[in-house]
């Protein structure tokens, strides 16, 4: 059994009743998904645009699946009671993994995206690509017997990896953080592996599709999720379709170049001397614990590679919220040249939510979250015609991991409109 | 009677077999689009997955409408011989214009989006916007009535905008070369006064939809287009979808910082002293010969309006040509930080395709171009799994009014994933 392609196909082909029918199934299974509450039939069929009748037709199939339940019933207002539905959570499960140059993170979700169990693995960073898939394969199976699931409930398995990866042949190309890893096909020999459907997604885009699907971003159409890490990156939904590219490498964001010069444009926001760098180099957790070494506020370090200057980036943080005029000085000028490149990045897409998550967030966000909501509202191009909000991820530190779970029941259970289309 | 909304809804609507009837014709066109040469039904079947029955019913509908004609049969290969069908060019029109700061520019269209008819009205930067819509109607009226063409035949006015806009209203905001322009209702007022259905659009994106009606994108679901004019921008195509973002700014580069620092990043591009600015004001025209000017290789100006930039800096590029090494060197300088931008919008959307155009790209074409390709290539995140090719427009300086009445052609005759849904 296959998941469906996640890349999305060029709207060339045409549709036809049957595909119809099952792209109807995923706007109804997802206007019952965001209605945790609870939704009766007529206000899904007003939300969806479809027939009562068409929705009961839907509901009936989505119940006997054991996708919905029914529970509750509203009266009130004119007519009879109204029963409501709502999403049988255990009614579905993925699995979900975050390879991180640092720790493997693996969760077991159920249909509405809550994390059910989860467990972690230290990473070395010379691990090799069998004993990655022996260690992973190893840990789904214990993931899923500790649960006592039936396995037929379990969808899949998604794959969070950092880029550049190829989504074609599900292969982790050559990321920077993971030595020796060369076009690893890292899908299939996990499919084999666990005989699980596999699906291989960039960490920062998997970040994303939990923020859809269980996050903050739930009922937005467009949004970006700045993924802080080892590294840096951005997830992107623009019109309720994930923006993977054309390779499925879209959200690198690392080279963008951030500093101040003396030319004063017309947005005002450069006025003094400065130097500019890559982004993903000038904020890295690596950079501001070195910057800390350096400045003696913190302990020196033999060598600092990226997944202990993660570990590490906490104390800095902490350091700052206890009144470090260093600590805070290091943070300041990292939300400023983070700020301004995000700006940057908003007035190229035109969102309307910006998310921020991922391990290196969690401890900043306090004094992350204030400077970037400043600049991306300051800078923002089509400021007088929209709000542009900025909020922390509610799924916390594990987004990539919930995200790789989230790929699978999206790729299977959103609408996407290449879905309507005849393969 | 209303042209479709440009904006792309969210996939929260269900669809039904009358969508399905419609999407699946648009899927028809725009193979018989992407074909000159003719196609036959057979092959429309092959490429859409659609049955050659439903291919049939669907060619027979756009022939009777006059989209379609047949023409040409291919023996050959066994079988009967078979018909060919095309494009019926004369079938429908579209009027587009471009607002432009320094010039308006109005052209008729024909259905493959080819110019029937040009006019060009100077366009004092003081206009009013009263003047504008006279001016304007005045100018479609002469298109329509020296061309001879049936009123009904005219599918419709697109207008190519500088931003910000708001595609909601139809208003154009507040763009920061027409002074005195705040909350413009130029959609609404146009179609009073013409009485054709108006569109309004970023003329960025109007030249992106421009390359894939009729010029070097019609094959790629997933490119850019930068626009170089008085300023610069983007337009963006992801999956076969115009991206136009939440409010219809998507594509400001404007502000993308360019300049080179200290630190050498990952990617190896950084190494020497420099000073960041935003790549809008370093690339400008304004900049370019301001600088030609200062050095003294151009006659001075008492002052340099944008348009008057524009309107010398083919000078500029033609001393860059005939051996000034002054020139070349300012060129050479805006084609670095040029492409360093365009690389990081590259890695952040991840194309497969670069399209670059407009009026200071024709001029510049022969000395940018190797420089931009080389740019971008070398400093693709995703190079080592696709080609990432870039090219020259091939529709010449009037991109954005070729762009602005492709708008029309497209919102009625393109395959959308919304013009699946209910609405």
């Known amino acids: 059994m296959n998941l469906p392609d996640v890349r999305t196909r060029s709207l060339r082909r045409g549709s036809n009743l049957p595909h119809v029918a099952d792209f109807n199934a995923s706007v109804v299974l997802g206007a019952v998904r965001r209605a945790p509450e609870g939704i009766a039939r007529t206000e899904i069929s007003e939300q969806t645009g479809l027939t009562v009748q068409t929705v009961s037709n839907i509901t009936r199939r989505l119940l006997s699946e054991g996708l919905l339940i029914e529970g509750g019933r509203v009266t009130g207002s004119p007519g009879k009671p109204r029963t409501l ?53 190893s840990e789904v199976e214990s993931l899923i017997s500790s649960s006592g699931i039936e396995r037929r409930r379990i969808t899949g398995l998604g794959i969070a990896s950092p880029g550049p990866i190829d989504t074609r042949l599900g292969i982790v190309v050559d990321p920077p953080h993971l030595k020796g890893w060369k076009r690893v096909h890292l899908r299939q020999d996990l499919q084999e592996a666990t005989g699980l459907p596999v699906i291989l997604d960039k960490d920062v885009t998997a970040a994303a599709v939990a923020e859809r699907w269980a996050g903050a971003a739930a009922e937005s159409a467009d949004f970006l999720f700045l993924y802080l890490g080892t590294g840096l990156g951005m997830g992107m939904v623009i019109n309720d379709i994930v923006v993977r590219g054309s390779s499925g490498n879209a959200g690198d964001i690392g080279h963008i170049i951030t500093g101040q010069g003396t030319t004063v444009c017309t947005c005002g926001q450069r006025g003094c001397h400065g130097q500019a760098e890559c982004v993903g180099v000038i904020c890295s957790p690596v950079t501001l614990v070195s910057q800390a070494i ?43 040249r983070l700020g301004e490149s995000l700006s940057q990045v908003c007035n190229l897409m035109d969102p309307e939510l910006v998310v921020v998550g991922g391990p ?19 800078q923002s191009v089509a400021g007088d015609i929209h709000q542009l909000r900025l909020v922390g991820t509610s799924i916390g530190d594990d987004v990539a991991a919930v995200g790789a779970g989230c790929l699978v029941l999206d790729s299977i259970y959103s609408a996407r409109p290449d879905s309507l289309m005849v393969s």
């Open 360 to 378: 290196a967030w969690t401890p900043a966000a306090d004094h992350y979250l204030p400077r970037l909501r400043q600049s991306v509202q300051s």
């Open 85 to 137: 539905l709502r999403i049988n959570a255990p009614g579905r499960f993925a699995i979900g993994m975050h390879v991180d140059p640092a720790v493997l993170t693996y969760v077991l979700l159920n249909l509405d995206g809550t994390i059910i169990a989860k467990s972690r693995v230290r990473n070395p960073s010379d691990i090799s690509h069998e004993e990655l898939v022996e260690v992973s394969s």
């Open 294 to 336: 350096e400045r003696g506020i913190m302990a020196p370090s033999p060598s600092l590679p990226a997944g202990e200057a993660l570990t590490r980036f906490p104390e800095l943080c902490d350091l700052a919220s206890r009144g470090s005029a260093e600590a805070k000085a290091i943070l300041d000028h990292a939300a400023l």
